[in-house]
């Protein structure tokens, strides 16, 4: 997963996941995290272990 996003997302990209993680949402502020950290290039597990979900959830979080 990680290869996918590696890259792909441009600054303005990036500041709108970083100004989502501080949002009241759970569910929109998890999901920027995952996504984050993905592009970061971070293993499944690892941000699972980060965001508090399974691996899994992060593997459909950063696919949409």
């Known amino acids: 997963m990680r290869d996918r996003l590696d890259g792909l997302l441009s ?3 990036r500041a709108e996941l970083v100004r989502r993680t ?3 949402h759970r569910r929109s502020a ?3 995290r995952i996504i ?3 592009a ?3 293993a499944n597990t690892g941000v699972a272990r980060l965001v508090g979900v399974q691996a899994r959830t ?3 979080a950063s696919a949409s």
């Open 58 to 60: 992060v593997g459909s």
């Open 30 to 32: 998890g999901k920027a």
């Open 22 to 24: 501080k949002m009241p």
């Open 11 to 13: 600054e303005a990209e």
């Open 36 to 38: 984050l950290a993905c």
């Open 40 to 42: 970061d290039g971070m």
